[in-house]
Protein backbone atom coordinates (compact mmCIF):
# COMPACT_ATOMS: atom_id res chain seq x y z
CA UNK A 1 0.00 0.00 0.00
CA UNK A 2 1.40 3.48 -0.90
CA UNK A 3 -0.54 6.28 0.89
CA UNK A 4 0.35 10.02 -1.11
CA UNK A 5 -0.83 13.48 1.20
CA UNK A 6 -1.32 16.46 0.11
CA UNK A 7 -2.80 19.58 1.45
CA UNK A 8 -0.23 20.58 3.94
CA UNK A 9 1.05 24.39 3.76
CA UNK A 10 1.44 27.97 5.40
CA UNK A 11 -1.86 29.47 7.44
CA UNK A 12 -2.58 32.02 9.88
CA UNK A 13 -3.61 31.37 12.74
CA UNK A 14 -7.34 30.75 13.20
CA UNK A 15 -7.43 29.87 9.40
CA UNK A 16 -8.09 26.55 7.71
CA UNK A 17 -6.10 23.38 5.79
CA UNK A 18 -7.84 20.19 4.27
CA UNK A 19 -4.84 17.40 3.87
CA UNK A 20 -5.83 14.50 1.76
CA UNK A 21 -4.54 10.90 1.43
CA UNK A 22 -5.06 8.16 -1.20
CA UNK A 23 -3.89 4.85 -1.08
CA UNK A 24 -3.16 2.70 -4.19
CA UNK A 25 -1.58 -0.29 -4.39
CA UNK A 26 -3.27 -3.56 -2.39
CA UNK A 27 -5.63 -1.22 -0.60
CA UNK A 28 -8.15 -4.26 0.07
CA UNK A 29 -8.98 -4.82 3.58
CA UNK A 30 -7.53 -1.67 4.68
CA UNK A 31 -9.01 -1.06 8.29
CA UNK A 32 -8.34 2.17 9.71
CA UNK A 33 -6.85 5.62 7.86
CA UNK A 34 -5.87 8.83 9.36
CA UNK A 35 -3.55 10.99 10.68
CA UNK A 36 -0.78 12.08 12.65
CA UNK A 37 1.87 14.66 13.22
CA UNK A 38 5.18 15.30 14.69
CA UNK A 39 5.68 18.54 15.82
CA UNK A 40 9.25 20.27 15.95
CA UNK A 41 11.27 18.80 18.88
CA UNK A 42 8.58 16.12 19.81
CA UNK A 43 7.52 12.54 19.43
CA UNK A 44 4.77 11.47 16.69
CA UNK A 45 1.14 11.88 17.82
CA UNK A 46 -2.25 10.13 16.88
CA UNK A 47 -4.41 13.15 15.57
CA UNK A 48 -7.66 11.66 14.23
CA UNK A 49 -8.57 7.75 13.21
CA UNK A 50 -11.15 6.88 10.85
CA UNK A 51 -12.56 3.25 10.97
CA UNK A 52 -14.37 1.37 7.93
CA UNK A 53 -17.60 1.28 9.02
CA UNK A 54 -16.83 5.12 9.88
CA UNK A 55 -16.38 5.34 13.35
CA UNK A 56 -13.75 8.10 14.29
CA UNK A 57 -11.31 8.85 17.26
CA UNK A 58 -9.51 12.29 17.76
CA UNK A 59 -7.41 13.55 19.87
CA UNK A 60 -8.70 15.69 22.52
CA UNK A 61 -6.55 18.93 21.17
CA UNK A 62 -8.49 18.82 17.81
CA UNK A 63 -11.65 17.73 18.89
CA UNK A 64 -14.26 20.56 17.66
CA UNK A 65 -11.48 21.88 15.62
CA UNK A 66 -11.10 19.32 13.04
CA UNK A 67 -12.84 16.69 11.34
CA UNK A 68 -11.80 13.13 9.36
CA UNK A 69 -13.73 11.88 6.33
CA UNK A 70 -13.39 9.10 3.89
CA UNK A 71 -14.57 7.97 0.66
CA UNK A 72 -14.19 4.54 0.42
CA UNK A 73 -14.55 3.86 -3.44
CA UNK A 74 -11.39 6.68 -4.23
CA UNK A 75 -9.69 4.91 -0.88
CA UNK A 76 -8.98 8.28 0.45
CA UNK A 77 -9.03 9.84 4.03
CA UNK A 78 -9.66 14.04 4.70
CA UNK A 79 -8.22 15.90 7.20
CA UNK A 80 -10.62 19.32 7.60
CA UNK A 81 -8.62 21.44 10.28
CA UNK A 82 -10.28 24.81 11.08
CA UNK A 83 -9.68 27.25 13.83
CA UNK A 84 -5.92 26.34 13.21
CA UNK A 85 -3.64 27.05 16.31
CA UNK A 86 0.18 27.63 16.34
CA UNK A 87 0.56 24.64 18.22
CA UNK A 88 -1.00 22.75 15.32
CA UNK A 89 2.71 23.54 13.60
CA UNK A 90 3.87 19.79 12.52
CA UNK A 91 4.86 17.36 9.86
CA UNK A 92 1.42 15.83 9.36
CA UNK A 93 1.73 11.96 8.37
CA UNK A 94 -1.05 9.68 6.83
CA UNK A 95 -1.38 6.50 8.02
CA UNK A 96 -3.72 3.25 7.20
CA UNK A 97 -3.64 -0.25 8.76
CA UNK A 98 -4.84 -3.47 7.59
CA UNK A 99 -5.37 -6.58 10.37
CA UNK A 100 -1.40 -6.79 10.65
CA UNK A 101 0.29 -4.38 8.43
CA UNK A 102 0.97 -0.53 8.95
CA UNK A 103 2.03 1.86 6.19
CA UNK A 104 2.63 5.31 6.61
CA UNK A 105 2.86 8.54 4.28
CA UNK A 106 5.51 10.27 3.41
CA UNK A 107 4.49 13.56 5.73
CA UNK A 108 2.97 16.76 4.95
CA UNK A 109 4.32 19.87 6.52
CA UNK A 110 1.44 22.57 8.12
CA UNK A 111 2.48 25.80 9.47
CA UNK A 112 0.58 27.96 11.38
CA UNK A 113 1.57 30.75 11.70
CA UNK A 114 0.44 33.68 14.74
Known amino acids: VQLQASGGGLVQAGGSLRLSCAAS????????MGWYRQPPGKQRELVALIGTPGSTNYADSVKGRFTISRDNAKHTVYLQMNSLKPEDTAVYYCYANRIVDVYWGQGTLVTVSS
Open 25 to 32: GSVFSIKN
